[in-house]
């Protein structure tokens, strides 16, 4: 037979509390366009593209290249190429991560998420495959005020540059 102490109890409690108020909560489920098997997005994606697109993580900030780029062209999602944003709304937010000021008509989805039972944020998904992208915070550049914070690791960039 086991035993527990009262201590025992109360920190398996909160490591149990802390433990699920880490994961985000959302309000509701989403139907999408494209839909695949956890099985076919492993095939089709890399190792880090599912796991951000499709486990929700978040690559290390500063590790894509995506963050740097400048050249004029579209910044579409990995999982299902759906255009997403346009390089005239990209600035250097100096966070490591892709930023945009807005997301091109129709591209992208939003939820609500509530982590650590308290702290609020609003997750970006595309519209088209449900993918994770990243974040959008109310601390950005004119005209919207809105930063799209996002792994560089869930786009692919096609430029319109002539070559």
């Not at 997750?123 to 109310?138: A, I």
């Amino acid at each position: 037979m086991v035993t527990f102490s009262r201590r025992h109890f109360a920190w398996g409690g909160a490591s149990a509390l802390a433990a699920s108020a880490a994961a985000p909560t959302t309000a509701r489920a989403e139907t999408f366009e494209v839909t695949r098997s956890d099985a076919e997005w492993r095939r089709l994606l890399t190792p880090a593209q599912y796991a951000v697109l499709r486990k929700h993580e978040t690559e290390r900030p500063g590790s894509s290249p995506l963050d740097g780029e400048k050249r004029a062209g579209t910044f579409h999602c990995a999982g299902c190429d759906l255009p997403l944003f346009s390089s005239a709304a990209k600035f250097d937010s100096g966070t490591g991560w892709p930023s945009f000021w807005q997301p091109l008509e129709r591209a992208i989805g939003t939820k609500e998420e509530t982590t650590l039972l308290v702290f609020k944020q609003t997750e970006v998904h595309c519209r088209r495959c449900g993918g994770h992208l990243g974040h959008v915070f109310n601390d950005g550049p004119k005209p919207t005020g809105l930063r799209y914070c996002m792994n560089g690791v869930a786009m692919k960039f096609t430029s319109t540059a002539n070559g």
